[in-house]
């Protein structure tokens, strides 16, 4: 059984960063891993994601150039790293995982198991 566990969410400041962790396990690897996040009465929104071997990344646009999803393989972690934090960054964030590949990688419905959500603060 798939279990993600996120750590690392808190308040920042806008301009400031921070730092989020998944620790993944219940298998030897994944397609991908990815990021979501979501604020109360919205979908959830892709943010970032990460093939597992070949370590091929993709970004929402809103995000691109200020946060960095990485991986470490050994370790069954996923991080994301965000930084020029702005209040709409405000969220739940989620860690997601991905055992098959599927065309709509920035769809929640291609992802097979998720971790319990970490809150991010951003005041302005």
């Known amino acids: 059984q798939v279990q993600l566990i996120e750590s690392g969410g808190g308040l920042a400041q806008a301009g400031g960063s921070l730092r989020l962790s998944c620790a993944a396990s219940g298998r030897a690897s994944w397609y991908a891993m990815a990021w979501f996040r979501q604020t109360p009465g919205k979908v959830r929104q892709f943010v970032a994601r990460?093939?597992?071997?070949?370590?091929?990344?993709g970004y929402a646009d809103s995000v691109k150039g200020r946060f960095t999803i990485s991986r470490d393989t050994a370790k069954n972690t996923v991080t994301l790293q965000m930084n020029a934090l702005k209040p709409e960054d405000t969220a739940v964030y989620f860690c997601?995982?991905?055992?098959?590949?599927?065309?709509?990688?920035?769809?929640?419905?291609?992802?097979?198991?998720w971790g319990q959500g970490t809150q991010v603060s951003v005041s302005s």
């Open positions: 997601a995982s991905q055992i098959a590949p599927i065309a709509a990688f920035d769809s929640p419905s291609s992802y097979d198991a």
């Open positions: 990460i093939k597992w071997n070949s370590g091929n990344t």
